[in-house]
């Protein structure tokens, strides 16, 4: 079936060293998969972090980056150098197909000053 | 700009006592509404869709029910709670012409509801 499998938390790290948050998919119902990564900051709703609809190609924002390896079934998010602002709970998510987004479970990222 | 308010923000209720959870969306109109509930330690579910006023969809069935009173209004319901429908509710809406959000959702703030 479809599904997303993400790092479990927690994960602590120390400000500006590195993070990656592993994400991996299955999607044998859905052709050409869409997948996100969301962001929920504490006291804060869900929101969209980054989206890429196209294998090969990488999505970036607030300095996080994630490339769409269709090869690796993979869609890891990486920070060269984490604030402590970053500390949120993190969700992989596969779309596309007309189905409902499938969410990972969250990875919950927690970085000390 | 669009805005999604839910209330409340937590609940603490009885089980076999009612529920009723809402979600407000302004700035946007027509907007595809969903309905999400995550499990403590579970992943996000979509629970309900709806494309316009007055019709929902079911994706999961969990003994709850949802309705679309008004373009801008989404509720979920329940007149008998189970100690299983503990979690984190999230309302969400998007603009892809599909029921299921497979595209960009914006969410809302969420509720937290404890059922004891």
């Known amino acids: 079936g479809d599904s997303v499998t993400q790092t479990e938390g927690p994960v602590t790290v120390s400000e500006s060293e590195s993070l990656i948050i592993n994400c991996t998919y299955s999607a044998t119902s859905i052709a050409y998969p869409n997948l996100f990564w969301y962001v929920r900051y504490p006291g804060e709703g869900l929101q969209l972090l980054l989206k890429v609809i196209t294998a090969g190609q990488k999505g970036s924002s607030r300095g996080f980056e994630a490339t769409y390896n269709k090869e690796t079934t993979s869609f890891h998010l990486q920070k060269a150098s984490v604030q402590e602002s970053d500390s949120a709970v993190y969700y992989c998510a596969l779309g596309g197909g007309g189905r409902a987004l499938i969410f990972g479970t969250g990875t919950t990222v927690s970085v000390s000053p | ?116």
């Open chain 2, 1 to 116: 700009a669009q805005t999604i308010h839910q209330w409340p923000v937590a609940e603490i209720k009885a089980v076999g006592s009612p529920l009723s959870l809402g979600c407000t969306i302004k700035g946007k109109s027509s907007p595809n509404l969903y309905w999400y509930w995550q499990a403590t330690g579970g992943t996000l579910q979509q629970l309900f869709y709806s494309i316009t006023v007055g019709q929902v969809e079911s994706v999961v069935q969990l003994n709850l029910s949802a309705s679309r009173p008004k373009d801008d209004q989404f509720i979920l319901s329940t007149e008998k709670l189970l100690l299983s429908h503990s979690g984190f509710y999230l309302c969400a809406w998007s603009l892809d012409w599909g029921g299921r959000g497979q595209n960009t959702l914006y969410f809302g703030a969420g509720t937290r509801l404890s059922v004891l």
